[in-house]
Structure formats: C-alpha cells, structure tokens
C-alpha cells in the first residue's frame, strides 16, 4: 500500500485568553497556584460568541493546505473530528467547511472518537489509499469548542478546557520522494464499560435525557478518568514500541493528549522517563483542546523547527466512550 505522508500543518487558538487568575476572581475555592498543581494549567484560549468548529477549522485548515501546496479543489476527502459541531445532528460540520473551503470535489464527513478523534482518523485516511483508485489529498480537521460544554461554576472541570483547531493535509507518496516517511501503524481501543465516567446527556436515548438538568454539559469522574487516562497512554506507547520494534532512544518524541499535566507525568514515571525527555507538552498554555490538542501540538512542532524527514513520533490518546489509542509516524 502507499504511505500516507503528513504535508502539511496548521492551527488556530481564539483571541481570548482566560488566566488562571481570572477564573479565580469569579470561583474563590480556586487559585492560580492550586489549578496549575492539580492540572499544569496556567490559561486556555475561549472562542468568541460567534466563533464555531467550523470557523475554527476553517483557520487551520487553510494554514495547512498551503504549507501542504494543495488548493481546495484538489482534496478527495474531508474528515472533521468535533465533540462540538456547529448543528446537531446535521449538516454535518465537515459539510460545512467543504462549503467554506470551496472544497467542491470533497467528500466529508464527521468522525468523533472523543478526545481520540484526530488519533481514529489518521489510521482511517491512511487506508484509503489501500484503494488505487483513490489518489487525492486528504484534509483532516479537529476543532472543539469546550468552552461551550462545561459548566462554568463546576471548578473541578471548567478548569481543565479550553478552544482550539488543529488540521493537517495527508498525501499518498506515490513517487516515493519521502522513503520511510508516513502514517506506519496505529493501535484503536475501547472501554464502553467505563464510558459513564465522561457523559453528555442530551441525546436521543430518552427524553428524559433532552430534559436532564445537566443536558449537554460534560460530566466527568474525575479519579476514574485519571486512572484509565494514565493506563492507556502507558499501553499505548507499549504496544506501538513492541509491534514496531521501537526503543524509546529511537523515538523523537512522544505527542500525548493534552488533557492534564499530572496524567502526562504519571504515564512517563511508569515508562521510566521524565516528561522533558519524551513528551511535548503544551497543555501549559491551551489547557485540553480536545481532540484538536494533538494536531494543535504537531503544528507547534512542525513550525517551530522540531521536525526533520524521518524523525519517529508517536501520537497517543484517551478520550470519551471511553476511547484511547495511538500512532506511529515517520516524519
């Protein structure tokens, strides 16, 4: 099969920027100090009012096509990862962009795996280019608007989300200019069992859902996603090591979920190194993006000068259903 190469990143982060400072000035229980040792936290950036999935993707999108030097007529395909789409259920949010984007040859539609979301849809584009019928650029696009799905006054969980989109553009190597490069293997999991510990009430299942005092606010057990959240990153980074043959000396970095500072830290004290080796972390600065935090994160690297062709990165991640998994990519 041919490779599917990552060409192209982009990203957006809103305007606003909310402190940890300002959070404590409406919820006294809080404190700069306490949020950033509970979460490794200090701010997050907040979409404005008329800010939406699409309009963020739409940012970040655009930056990765052109890096990328594909026109928005060229792409074969779009898919939007978003636990926050723009209508529910329908037009899908990746319909919404193609028409933004002018996307006409496009085809799209919306996969959310949760947090996990960017992670399911690297594996699910690269095989479409199992198909040799099938040759076009692939745009794939994470953007969250969790602002909008927590609730505010709830200090144990507001703290944690902030808005953001990352997207990149995946192309099939068919001339082999990048030998090595490309999207090599990716582990996708599930624990539905457990999937009551992150919740959005809301939906169809009943209508006393759509009534539910706490319809369409995430609920989260906090000790129980901690727990699953630090043993899946840890069997993650395992498996992908040993199906590849990799040692982690061979391993650029390792791009987590950037959910909270803590869980990144216990994941690395279990495989036996500290974050600064390993990890890039930015969850510092943009809090949990969702599924947009490791698109976001490949972005900053990419642009910053931290990749070179034939670097080995791994991608792992943990989200609701509850979800985790993780890639191996050549760069």
């Known amino acids: 099969m041919v490779r599917a190469v990552i060409a192209g990143t982009g990203s957006y982060l809103p305007e606003r920027v909310v402190t940890n400072d300002e959070l404590s000035e409406r919820m006294p229980q809080t404190s700069d100090e306490w949020i950033y040792s509970h979460t490794g936290i200090h701010s997050r950036h907040i979409a404005a009012p008329n800010e939406s999935a699409s309009d963020m993707g739409l940012v970040a999108a655009k930056q990765a096509l ?3 030097g594909v026109e928005p007529d060229e792409l074969g395909l779009i898919i ?16 919404v962009l193609q028409d933004k984007l002018g996307a006409t040859n496009a085809s799209a539609f919306d996969m959310s795996a949760a947090c996990c979301g960017f992670i399911y849809n690297l594996e699910i584009a690269k095989n479409f280019y199992s198909n040799p019928h099938f040759t076009k650029p692939i745009l794939l696009v994470a953007s969250e608007v969790m602002s909008r799905k927590v609730d505010w006054n709830d200090y144990k969980t507001c703290i944690l989300f902030g808005d953001g989109a990352g997207a990149v553009v995946i ?18 999991m599930a624990d539905g069992k457990s999937g009551k510990h992150l919740l959005l009430e809301g939906g169809c299942r009943s209508e006393d859902s759509l009534r539910h005092p706490l319809a369409h606010i995430l609920q989260m057990g906090g000790q129980q996603v901690y727990a699953f959240a630090v043993k899946a990153l840890v ?7 040993e199906r590849n043959n990799l040692t982690m000396d061979e391993l650029k970095r390792i791009v987590p979920h950037q959910a ?6 216990s994941a690395g004290s279990r495989l036996g ?5 390993k990890f890039y972390i930015n969850v510092e600065r943009v809090a949990n993006t969702a599924s947009a935090s490791i698109p976001i994160a490949l972005d900053e690297m990419n642009r910053g000068g931290m990749l070179q062709r034939g ?8 989200g609701a259903g509850l979800t985790y998994g993780g890639n191996y990519l050549v760069w």
């Open 235 to 241: 069997e993650v980074v395992r498996s992908l090591l």
């Open 80 to 95: 939007v990862s978003t636990a926050t789409p723009d209508y529910a259920p329908t037009p899908l949010t990746a319909c």
């Open 171 to 188: 192309k099939p190597d068919v001339e082999e200019k990048f030998p090595g490069s490309g999207i090599v293997d990716s582990v996708m």
């Open 260 to 265: 909270n500072y803590r869980i990144i830290n």
């Open 273 to 277: 190194f500290t974050n600064d080796d």
């Open 66 to 68: 052109e890096q990328a």
């Open 311 to 318: 670097d080995k990165l791994l991608l792992a991640g943990f």
